[in-house]
């Protein structure tokens, strides 16, 4: 089983400060994805990297996938509450011809106030 | 916009009940996927299917089964529930195993076993 280390675990910050989530592993991910999860709701795409030092932006939201593709961070400008929520990291690794499921990470609870 | 719809948002059932949660995708994806989510845990994966009459176990199959009749549906199935059940399940389904699309998720049955 592919492991994929998530931190930090619990954030509380006040609106208007920075914030960096980081997402690990010591295996290749074929792709990762991060997913924002509110309480009672299934989690929500916000973007997927597949290459190696890729950086996408999303307003605020800053994603990178590292080189070797095997880390990737969350970067929050101006944290705004309506941030508030799980933050997932997931990652697809290749095993044989296909790629398995969803290893997950176990979330970083954000907490933004006002 | 993809559609993942699980059949019941809050389920309860009872010890040794037989257990049906049911999944749609209404864009013809190839993936489907169950997953449970505890606290502490994170999301784990169950069981995925890659085709219709497919399926393949995940990290934690055991007490569970599934079965995939037709493409755009893929139920889970507690042959005898247990009270280590309870759990929030969540279904996704993405595209195929080869494209690196990500999976996107439908909202989620919690469901309780007394």
């Known amino acids: 089983t592919q492991l994929l280390e998530q931190s930090p675990q619990f954030l509380s910050i006040q609106e208007g400060e920075n914030l960096t989530v980081y997402c690990n592993s010591s295996s290749v991910f074929s792709s990762l994805q991060w997913y924002r999860q509110e309480p009672g709701e299934g989690p929500v795409l916000l973007v997927t990297?597949?290459?190696?030092?890729e950086v996408k932006k999303l307003k605020r939201l800053t994603f990178q996938f590292g080189d070797a593709r095997k880390d990737s961070s969350l970067h929050i400008t101006a944290a705004q509450p309506g941030d508030t929520g799980l933050y997932l990291c997931a990652g697809t690794f290749y095993t044989g011809g296909g790629a398995d499921g969803l290893t997950f990470g176990k979330g970083t609870h954000l907490i933004i106030q006002p | 916009d993809v559609k993942v719809t699980q059949s019941s948002r809050y389920l309860v059932k009872r010890t040794g009940e037989k257990v049906f949660l049911e999944c749609v995708q209404d864009?013809?994806?190839?993936?489907m996927f169950w997953y449970r989510q505890d606290p502490g845990l994170g999301l784990r994966l169950i069981y995925f299917?890659?085709?219709?009459?497919?399926?393949e176990k995940g990290d934690i199959p055991e007490g569970y089964s599934v079965s995939r009749e037709k493409k755009e549906r893929f139920s889970l199935i507690l042959e005898s529930a247990s009270t280590n059940q309870t759990s929030m399940y969540l279904c996704?389904?993405?595209?195929?195993?080869?494209?690196?699309?990500?999976?996107?998720f439908g909202d989620g049955t919690r469901l309780s076993i007394l």
């Open positions: 299917s890659y085709d219709v009459k497919m399926k």
């Open positions: 864009m013809d994806h190839e993936n």
């Open positions: 990297v597949v290459t190696g030092g």
């Open positions: 996704a389904s993405s595209l195929d195993r080869y494209s690196n699309q990500p999976q996107h």
